[in-house]
């Protein structure tokens, strides 16, 4: 599985961006897709995932504001972020977790850097 995202960049405080990654390979929707962030110096951090039957998780510093949707014929994973904050500012890598019988496998795509900044 390859996953490629797009739509980072550089956006004023109290603005929107929409992520978007792409898959090629197998995606099943037993699969969790989602989106994770990082900065320097700290920890990748989970930012959204969805999983069989469109359940979501979501970090609470983004909760009523960013909102993740998937496609499992285009095997895309979105990311809607409104609302954006200063601390919004990283890295943000699409994620994709398959679950075998006997192991899991995680996929990361290449990152895409959102900016929020006046």
């Known amino acids: 599985v390859q996953l490629v995202e797009s739509g980072g960049g550089l956006v004023q405080p109290g603005g929107c961006l929409r992520l978007?990654?792409?898959?090629?390979?197998?995606?099943?929707?037993?699969?969790?897709m989602g989106w994770y962030r990082q900065v320097p110096g700290k920890q990748r951090e989970l930012v959204a995932n969805?999983?069989?039957?469109?359940?979501?998780n979501y970090a609470d510093s983004v909760k009523g504001r960013f909102t993740i949707s998937r496609d499992n014929v285009k095997k895309t994973v979105d990311l809607q972020m409104n609302r954006l904050k200063p601390e919004d500012t990283a890295v943000y890598y699409c994620?994709?977790?398959?679950?075998?019988?006997?192991?899991?496998?995680?996929?990361w795509g290449q990152g895409t850097l959102v900016t929020v900044s006046s």
């Open positions: 994620n994709v977790l398959k679950t075998y019988v006997t192991y899991r496998r995680v996929y």
């Open positions: 978007s990654c792409t898959a090629s390979g197998s995606i099943f929707s037993s699969d969790v």
């Open positions: 969805v999983g069989s039957s469109d359940s979501t």
